[in-house]
């Protein structure tokens, strides 16, 4: 009983770890101020967060009551850990202002929550885990900037997720109905989880609280017809949240929906690789045309965050329909989103070196000239631009290839030709929206380079600027050498899998062979 | 150390270690950084022509393969390099052209002069990766690289309208090769069905050949997208006379002389080796739609105002007879267009190179505004005419050899497929044609009566000075290749004879095979064969 305890609490040391340095900000906080000192305080708890994970990277697949331990929570914890740093470090500008402390202890908190939904094995704790994001970045919204477009941004943010989180519980009603159990796996096969009672006939109940789940986690990860708040709310915020929130509701959803649908639900509905792919197609689409004509840089972001989910959604379709595969569609998303998250978080942290109020860097045209006054800078902006665009040989172009190659893969091997077409359909979807999103990329790159500045920018904050320094090497490393990631990732999938009853059920084996 | 794969590798990195040293160096001035960045070229140029010196006559095997291969990695794309008889020639070329490339630009570039010479010497490192890259994955890599430092040479140091150029460049190439991305990918996963490992390496994915037959047509359009963009073939041309008006003159330079040879290449590395089936079936499409660009671009060439423009459509309308070479699918034609790569490669390039000169003293390239430049610019008036006859095809220069191959194996096809013999009258015209318009810019721009462009001599009122000694120094390898391959052309023909037999000979077997099948005539008539066999 006590052996089981410890055993849990061990392997939950990095999130208890960072909540009680988050509860220490939050307290300590009221009695201190010293921004700097707590910002540090913070950058090291980071720090000891990702040492701790990585003590435990190489553990066995085990279950703790509503954990479980394997290298896909691994993998999800680790990218947790480090863009939450990286967060921190562009947000430094909150983090010196007067409420230093309650946006530093809701990053880790929020950090924390995203560890934790990679890990849930349970539909309780998943939602914990989902709440623990959200609940945070209520607070954070707020302290980013002062004004009435933030007030608005805020409020907007704060009710729609309200309501994506009661559609997303009460899927999770219509799961544990059907069910009988909150538990998603186990170890034996024996005990009851929601994935074996899944297993049998699809049933429309399944159906319906499939799509109920989906469109609470399509929230999150802000996918068409759940996108709308995005251009708004990203607008109305400061630079360092719309980073924050293009990257860790988005974390959390595709690792919700991996965990929760593709694993937990395989038998749910036939339909689940057409509801996916459909919305990938769609996503994509939508927020890369729409990026095209925006002046707003932020705006401009946040439709291409809308269609970077798109892209992630591919792989999700992809692990759906064939969950035996070459190259996996789990592994592809966790790839992307490393990637993703690398370039996102550098670009939000350059912009906010440049300045973070009103006025200095707003539209695209305010960066005019920066190759001539700040070329670093404008050099490591490029490098993110050229990565979420996919150009090789940077770090984006190999999230692209194994996304597009998951889905070829499909189109060549599936059983069904009508899934053959679709497939088809998507990968070229795909090739061609990347070809869109770098007329947008593109654009800022130009207008950087090409173009003199009336008011040259002065950039300010150290922090900001190791966070721009720090993600930009690591694009360019992961261009280099992507294999260590891809191999975690690889092995991460290959952990979801373990399970015996994925090996007699999975929906639609195809030719395709059990991954080597 | 001088084993010829470390060689190889040591070439390739030269210039990306340069393009590295520029921004070290920037402090210094611009006087270091120009003599550092040609000496950077220099060295690569030295490390090529040991390698083309090293290269076996006869071999069709791939020649000093330098891999980096990681066999534990589930997605193991390997760092390969090699040459073989179809890269060597491009290989060189980029190191001879990125000399011209720098010379040229010597004293024209005068803002952010480290940036130019480092974006061109990371040109350079993405053209030798291109040629050598074994393995399918990197290929491409290489080949999306080479947009970058080309977006940035046009975007910054192109003419007025260079903003919008650049993007049209990016996002026409960036279109049709997502779709060769996925054609590409598409090979992999057949392959990998079929042996059940994953394999990136070009030579195993040919010799495989695993791409079912229904599956063929599919993947040859998808790999035709990015690759005719990339040549370009008529309908998807049109990005290409704005980028090379608007580029900086070496930007036009690698533009015409590389860039657009790595279309032909891929052609000739992926679609006919690895798609023979759909090769043979296409071919009558491709034929007409090279037929078609040769006369258009000639026709556009001859009627445009502007020099640069002028030799910008003569390009479409010279990599026209490239892919018309290639897609006849006989030996000969496809060693003229592999040959006729090389020498627009040299024509194009100095023609650029010497309409850059010319602007470069007048500040401007409308033809209507010269005139008798003979008299006053003898010595660029030498070499406007030798590279214009090159350009034209006259005997015993680089040009004649190339067409003429061309030509002769499409009239072989011709006869052997009678339904296409149309295509290779059409193709002579294009000749006339071509030597109509060449000729009729030297006659108006450097014969008649003498008549310079007012108001626009040189700033500060400096008197108009024939060439120096650096931009003879730009024209002078290319004037010597162009004898060299006009009258030796054996010795480059036999260094890539073997290779081009070996990729072609599935797709020739499949047309011979089609051909039978519909019950026509396979053997060329043997005066024609006779013939052919003396001329070789």
């Known amino acids: ?516 | 150390m001088f084993e010829p794969e470390n060689l190889l590798l040591a070439t390739i990195l030269v210039p990306l270690v340069g393009a590295c040293l520029m921004w070290v160096l920037a402090p210094l001035g611009d006087v270091i950084v120009r003599r550092v960045a040609l000496g950077t070229t220099l060295v690569a140029l030295v490390g090529t022509w040991a390698l083309v010196a090293k290269f076996p006559k006869n071999g069709d095997q791939p020649f000093a393969v330098w891999s980096w291969f990681d066999a534990s990695r589930d997605l193991n794309v390997q760092f390969s390099l090699g040459l073989d008889g179809l890269s060597l020639w491009m290989f060189a070329l980029s190191a001879v052209l990125m000399v011209t490339s720098i010379f040229v630009s010597w004293t024209a570039i005068r803002e952010r002069v480290p940036l130019f010479y480092g974006m061109l010497l990371l040109l350079e490192f993405g053209c030798l990766g291109v040629f050598t890259a074994q393995d399918i994955i990197l290929f491409y890599v290489f080949f999306e690289f080479t947009l970058i430092p080309l977006f940035f040479l046009i975007g910054i140091w192109g003419s007025e309208d260079r903003q919008y150029a650049a993007m049209k460049f990016f996002l026409f190439t960036l279109a049709g090769s997502m779709l060769t991305f996925l054609g590409l990918l598409a090979i992999v996963l057949f392959d990998y069905s079929r042996t059940g490992s994953l394999n990136f390496s070009i030579a195993d994915l040919t010799s495989n050949q695993s791409v079912p037959e229904q599956w063929q047509v599919c993947i040859f359009v998808a790999l035709f997208a990015g690759f005719a963009i990339k040549v370009p073939l008529f309908p998807v041309h049109t990005w290409l006379p704005l980028a090379h008006v608007q580029a900086p003159t070496a930007g036009s330079v690698f533009l015409a002389g590389i860039l657009l040879k790595i279309g032909v290449y891929g052609f000739l590395r992926f679609s006919v080796p690895l798609l023979p089936n759909a090769t043979a079936q296409c071919m009558p499409w491709l034929l007409w739609l090279s037929v078609i660009g040769i006369i258009y671009g000639a026709l556009v060439a001859l009627a445009q105002s502007d020099m640069k423009k002028l030799v910008a459509y003569s390009s479409v309308s010279h990599l026209g007879y490239c892919t018309l070479g290639l897609f006849a699918l006989t030996p000969l034609a496809v060693q003229g267009s592999a040959l006729q790569m090389i020498n627009h490669g040299i024509s194009t390039g100095a023609l650029f190179a010497l309409v850059g000169m010319l602007y470069e003293r007048y500040h401007t390239r409308e033809i209507a505004q010269y005139g008798g430049l003979a008299k006053r610019l003898p010595c660029l008036t030498f070499f406007m005419i030798l590279f214009t006859f090159s350009s034209i095809g006259l005997p015993g220069t680089n040009g004649f050899t190339g067409e003429f191959l061309i030509l002769i194996g499409m009239f072989q096809r011709g006869w052997a497929t009678p339904d296409l013999l149309i295509i290779a009258i059409l193709a002579v015209s294009g000749v006339v044609l071509g030597a109509w318009y060449m000729l009729n810019l030297v006659r108006r721009v450097f014969f008649g009566p003498l008549r310079e462009p007012t108001g626009h001599g040189h700033d500060n009122g400096e008197p108009i000075t024939d060439l120096n000694v650096r931009e003879v120094a730009a024209l002078l390898p290319l004037a010597v290749l162009v004898f060299w391959i006009g009258l030796y052309p054996k010795f480059f023909l036999d260094r890539m004879a073997p290779s081009l037999n070996r990729v072609t000979f599935a797709a020739e077997e499949e047309v011979r095979h089609l051909d039978i099948q519909n019950e026509k005539q396979a053997a060329a008539p043997q005066v024609v064969t006779e013939s052919l066999a003396r001329v070789r």
């Open chain 1, 1 to 516: 009983m006590y052996d089981e305890l410890l055993k849990t609490v061990v392997t939950l040391l990095p999130e208890i770890f960072l909540i009680a340095m988050a509860t220490i900000l939050f307290v300590g906080g009221a009695f201190v101020r010293a921004p700097r000192v707590w910002l540090i305080v913070t950058v090291a708890a980071e720090v000891v967060a990702t040492y701790l994970v990585w003590q435990q990277s190489d553990s066995e697949t085990a279950i703790y009551g509503p954990i479980i331990a394997d290298q896909f929570g691994n993998v999800v914890r680790w990218l947790a850990t480090t863009t939450g740093l990286l967060l921190v470090l562009a947000g430094a500008r909150t983090a010196k202002g007067k409420l230093s402390t309650e946006f530093l202890g809701a990053m880790l908190v929020i950090t924390a929550g995203v560890m934790f939904v990679g890990r849930a094995n349970e539909l309780v704790f998943l939602f914990l885990g989902l709440e623990l994001i959200s609940i945070p970045t209520y607070v954070l919204l707020y302290l980013g900037r002062q004004g009435r477009g933030t007030a608005e941004s805020t409020a907007k943010y704060f009710f729609l997720s309200i309501l994506s989180s009661a559609v997303f519980l009460y899927g999770l009603s219509f799961v544990y109905g059907l069910a009988g159990t909150t538990t998603l796996l186990a170890m034996d096969s024996g005990t009851a989880t929601i994935q074996s009672a899944f297993m049998a006939e699809p049933s429309t109940l399944g159906g319906i609280a499939l799509v109920l789940v989906l469109a609470g986690l399509g929230f999150k990860i802000a996918a068409v017809p759940f996108h709308f708040y995005a251009p708004d709310v990203y607008q109305g915020v400061s630079h360092s949240n719309a980073a924050l929130l293009s990257i860790a509701p988005k974390l959390a959803g595709m690792v919700a929906i991996i965990r929760l649908v593709l694993i937990g639900l395989p038998g749910a509905n036939p339909m689940v690789w057409q509801l996916l792919l459909v919305i990938a197609v769609i996503t994509m689409t939508l927020g890369n045309v729409s990026a095209l004509w925006q002046t707003d840089l932020r705006r401009m972001m946040a439709y291409s965050s809308i269609a970077h989910s798109g892209y992630m959604l591919i792989g999700l379709a992809a692990a759906a329909a064939a969950p035996t595969q070459a190259y996996g569609g789990i592994a592809a998303v966790l790839f992307y989103l490393s990637v993703y998250a690398l370039a996102t978080v550098g670009f939000f942290a350059a912009l906010s070196y440049l300045g973070d109020n009103e006025e200095s860097v707003r539209n695209v045209d305010d960066l005019a000239g920066l190759a001539n006054n700040q070329p670093l800078i404008a050099a490591a902006i490029a490098l993110f631009l050229f990565s979420l665009a996919g150009i090789p040989p940077l770090a984006g172009f190999w999230g692209k290839l194994t996304l597009l190659t998951s889905s070829v893969d499909v189109a060549i091997h599936h059983t069904d030709p009508t899934a053959r077409t679709w497939f088809l359909v998507l990968a070229i979807t795909g090739g061609i929206n990347a070809a869109i999103a770098a007329a947008y990329y593109l654009r800022i790159i130009s207008i950087m380079f090409f173009r003199t500045s009336r008011t040259p920018l002065q950039g300010t904050g150290g922090w900001q600027a190791a966070a721009v320094g720090v993600s930009a090497l690591l694009v360019l490393l992961l261009g280099i050498d992507h294999g260590h990631i891809a191999d975690a990732a690889h092995e991460a999938e290959s952990s979801l899998r373990a399970f015996p009853e994925m090996e007699q059920t999975s929906l639609d084996p195809g030719e395709a062979k059990l991954p080597t």
